[in-house]
Structures are given as structure tokens and as C-alpha cells.
């Protein structure tokens, strides 16, 4: 389980295809600190540390996740963002994010507002999957709140810290982004559909 509040951000030093598995290994502050094994968010996907090298870990995205994410358009230099697993007994300062990617979206706008940054994305709205006015969602592994939801799109706004520590100031009209739904929003949805 992971909160939404990202870490630090790594860049992409290697990438290696083999068959339909991608491993990407990643240069990052936190790098030295971790686990063969251990949980990483990479821009809000859940992945398994495979290897560790001096100031850098590999990860492995096998093609479902390659499917439904954007991995599959990283490339040596893109930079991602990271966070670690939540600890028991830590606060939670975003919201429960799985780590497990619904679906992308792509950027439709950004508007600079005087110091703020308003992103719009626009995703498929035939998956099932919903926003609410000022619920939560996940951008790239980012906890964020929800403005302007509408049933196939959604706003956010970004401060300057969230804007200099995270991949968001990367990312321009036409690129994609990892989405996770809110967990609890995906259960009621789920019982509502089931009731009918």
C-alpha cells in the first residue's frame, strides 16, 4: 500500500526488453536504501526491486502492466516518481493508493494560474471508472484532489512544491499518465452495479 506522496523522483539509466517483460533500471536518491523484493511505486505502478547496483535498482513491468500503463513509453533519461511502501503506524497524508493502475489518461490542458499549474486529463470513460468532485486520484503515483470531474475527464491543481517534486512539470498537453481510482469509489461502484 502506498499514499500518494511521492518521494523523490529517479531517471531511467537502462532499459532491457526481454520477451514481453520490460526491466527498467532506475538512478535514484533512494535507491541505496532499498530491498531485493521491496515494493516501489514508479509513477503509481507497484513494482518488485529485481536488482541493486550503486545509486540504482531494476524493476520488471510484465506486459499487462506495459498495457495498461505508460512504461511502455520510457525511455534512458525519462524521469519517474518514486515512493516506498507505506509503513504501519505512519501517517497517511494522501489516501490508500494500491499501486495497481486502472488505466491511462491523457493531458488535455495545462494552465498556468499565478503560481499554481491547473492540469485537465481526459481518459475512457466506457471502463467503469469514476471521479468526484473533490475525491481522490492518482496521477502517476501522485495523491491528488479532484475539480471540474466529468465522466470521462477531470481537473487538478497543482502547487509548487508537488509541480518541482514530481514528473508533473514534464508532462505537456498530449502525454500520457497513470490513473488509479479511488479504492473505495471502485467498491461502491462495483456494489451499485452488482444491485442492479
Not at 50 to 78: D, F, R, Y
Not at 108 to 131: K, M, P, R
Not at 146 to 166: C, D, G, L, M, R
Request: proline share 2%.
Amino acid at each position: 500500500m502506498f499514499t500518494g506522496i511521492i518521494e523523490t523522483i529517479g531517471t531511467v539509466s537502462h532499459l532491457r526488453q526481454e520477451a514481453g517483460n520490460l526491466h527498467i533500471t532506475v538512478a535514484s536518491s533512494l535507491s541505496d536504501e532499498l530491498k531485493i523484493d521491496q515494493s516501489v511505486s514508479h509513477n503509481g505502478v507497484c513494482l518488485t526491486v529485481v536488482a541493486l547496483s550503486p545509486g540504482e535498482h531494476t524493476v520488471t513491468a510484465i506486459m499487462e502492466t506495459l498495457q495498461k500503463s505508460n512504461l511502455g513509453e520510457l525511455q534512458v533519461g525519462s524521469i519517474v516518481n518514486l515512493e516506498r511502501c507505506t509503513k504501519v503506524g505512519d501517517r497517511l497524508d494522501g489516501h490508500i493508493v494500491q499501486g495497481h493502475v486502472d488505466q491511462t489518461a491523457q493531458c488535455v490542458s495545462v494552465v498556468e494560474q499565478q503560481g499554481s499549474w491547473l492540469y485537465t486529463f481526459q481518459y475512457d470513460g466506457s471502463l467503469s471508472n469514476i471521479t468526484v468532485e473533490k475525491g481522490s486520484i492518482t496521477v502517476n503515483g501522485i495523491s491528488l484532489t479532484v475539480i471540474n470531474s466529468k465522466p470521462n475527464q477531470f481537473s487538478v491543481a497543482i502547487i509548487p512544491y508537488t509541480y518541482e517534486h514530481t514528473n508533473l512539470k514534464q508532462v505537456n498537453t498530449g502525454d500520457t499518465v497513470n490513473l488509479e481510482f479511488d479504492i473505495i469509489g471502485k467498491y461502491v461502484a462495483r456494489i451499485m452495479e452488482l444491485r442492479q
